[in-house]
């Protein structure tokens, strides 16, 4: 039948008709996501940790598809395809972005080594053991597969791409041990880039004679490859940082954002372009960005790139998720070898297991070799490790390149290997958290400083009228007085009431409230919280810093920000090293005080034992010692008049101060110095 354009209406060709249809398709992916998002709020508000968003989204992806393909017409079906061009040039690129952006980076590259070794090391031997193994199942040919040796080694290294957004993403829901955490996402985001570089390199030496000298070629192009990569996304980084520096782009936020973001997908596409590592490139160019460009930044362009950049992550994510669940059934050209797909499931299993548990033993033998015994890595953490070597779109995207006999069976036990290890190892992450009784609930603050920096404006001239704090106070209710300044101060704002942005009445008038309720709350105060650090122990000296953090604080940093941010970061360094300073003197003199007590004076009114905990049973509160008045300063402070604080002297004063035998109890009153 013809419609009156000499085309029939059901013809793919005809541009009406596509417009038609791919609506439909689009308005088909758009309500899975839509309905993915609301099914993660439901889970996020009811504090569901069993069953994952990503999870969902595969397995309503996986429904759809099913009905798409059962469903009359292949027009949509063909729409809703898994196109490579799409992926890697659209979807993967934001998330790519936002994980370089948002990266802790202390702990990124405090484990740098570890990741190193299990994203290149460790990629390679799995790469090697699955290549290995599929070439000897498919030596007996079962199922009808004939798989060459280069083939199948190609096949490994599309396979050992780890791609764990699910497992990252509820490590980042939970707060999971920062350590942990860093070696997992820095593992993932390095293995994917090294994973596309050794499939590539693979695919150039197909058809020819394996021998020393190729092998030793493709590690020189490999290592080659990864070099260049990064070094292209450092170098479009240092160049936003210096547009940022000598322009005043800040008086136009959207128009900063935009070149922003357009710069950091350049960077993506020229690495492509030139055929390095696009990956590698925009990893190491959202890290430089975070590093010496967001300084530069104005407040507004501060907030959308972070946002913005979260949002389109969280879309790509799910929407890569819903896209490989629809095409479980509608892709075309697909081969389903069951026995093989479980076979290959097996393998992958042993070969993630061979990769992290020598690679664990290496490093640990190496880390208590050099005395650093914080980056061990324990056996819980290395149990983790391996349970979080899911396959991701990655390892799918590449498998489109397969090519041979047995390539249609190969692309298909990928895209079902992916599906396997989501729902199998991403579904039961939380559960594993439990079992293997991994630390969670740890808050950081993030690496460029406060997050009340996204609710102040920006005041460089504030930063430089920051005084020393007053000299320490005399009466319990004015350590609580101080103790809201520490807690002022982890929020970015500035000691002497000036916030970032002049709010520094609302700060003194959140100060005082502080204290009043501590002061209502009668909160214990331990000694331990109050000398930050063991009893009877001086506080540590920060630890010298690395030669290239001392060289970048030197000089690139100059180099790259403006100059009233060095003048804020200085006068920041120094209130903090003055803070440390003011903090051992209280260390010392509250020593003093306790050393001189004497506790045989007191009245039975004055003290009490907590029969509830043998460890605490020779608690006392400050009214036991009211006859021996001591002061932070070693002074008698008996009338209890301070800066801080009002009310009156320490037997007045409703706090307990608790010292325990061998145990400190109480919240510890003292921030820790921002990270870099």
Known sequence: MDNGNGTAPNDPDDPMEEEFYSS?????????????????????????????????????????????????????????????????????????????????????????????????????????????????????????????FIDSMIFGSILSATDPVT???????????????????????????????????????RGQELHVVNIFKGIGVFMGVFTASTLIGVLFGIIVALMLKHSELYRYPSIETCVIALMAYSSYLFSNGAQMSGIVTLLFSGITLKHYAYDNMSLRTKRATKYVFQVLSQLSENFIFIYLGVNLFTQTGLDYKPVFILVTTVIICIARYVAVAPLSMLI?????????????????????????????????????????????????????????????????????????????????????????????????????????????????????????????????????????????????????????NNSNNNMDVSIGGLLSGPLGDPIPEPPQPHWFMSFDEKWLKPLFTKRHIQARN????????????????????????????????????????????DDNADALTLGSVHNQSFGLNGSASGNGNSGGGGGGGPSSSSQRLVIGAGRVFGRSPVSSPPDG
């Open 570 to 613: 200085q006068t920041l360094a120094d209130y903090w090293r003055e803070k440390r300073r003011k903090m051992d003197r209280a260390n010392r003199n509250m020593l003093a005080g306790i050393r001189s007590m004497s506790f045989g004076q007191s009245s039975r009114d004055d003290y009490y034992f907590d029969d509830d905990d």
């Open 24 to 148: 439909w398709a689009l308005l088909i992916l758009t309500s899975l996501l839509i309905a993915t998002l609301f099914t993660s709020y439901f889970l996020q508000r009811h504090s569901i940790r069993a069953v994952h968003e990503s999870v969902v989204a595969i397995t309503a992806g996986m429904l759809v598809g099913l009905a798409i393909k059962l469903s009359p017409g292949t027009i949509i079906q063909r729409m809703v395809q898994f196109n490579q061009s799409y992926f890697f040039n659209l979807l993967l690129p934001p998330i790519i972005l936002n994980s370089g952006y948002e990266l802790k980076r202390r702990h990124f590259f405090y484990n740098f080594g570890t990741i190193l070794t299990f994203a290149l090391v460790g990629t390679f031997i799995a790469a090697l053991v699955t290549g290995g193994l599929v070439f000897l199942y498919a030596f007996f040919h079962p199922e009808g597969i004939n798989i060459s």
């Open 364 to 516: 640990n033998a190496v880390c208590r070799a050099l005395g650093k015994s914080e980056q061990i890595l324990p056996r819980s953490h290395q149990l983790m490790l391996f349970w979080a070597g899911l396959r991701g779109a990655v390892a799918f995207a590449l498998a489109s390149g397969l090519v041979g006999d047995s390539a249609p069976a190969m692309r298909t036990t990928i895209l079902a290997v992916v599906v396997l290890t989501v729902l199998l190892f991403g579904g039961t992450t939380s559960r594993m958290l439990q079992l293997l009784e991994i630390q969670t609930g740890v808050m950081e603050a993030d690496d460029s400083g406060s997050d009340e920096e996204d609710d102040q404006d920006l005041d460089p001239m504030g930063y430089r009228k920051l005084r020393p704090t007053q000299p320490a106070a005399h009466t319990s209710n004015a350590l609580f007085a101080d103790i809201t300044d520490d807690e002022d101060d982890e929020n970015g704002v500035a000691p002497g009431g000036h916030g970032r942005g002049g709010g520094g009445n609302d700060n003194n008038s959140r100060r005082r409230r502080l204290a009043r």
């Open 167 to 205: 497992v990252l993403a509820i490590f980042s829901q939970l707060h999971v041990d920062p350590q942990l955490f860093s070696i997992i996402s820095g593992e993932s985001l390095l293995n994917d880039a090294v994973a596309i570089v050794l499939s590539e390199t693979l695919h150039k030496f």
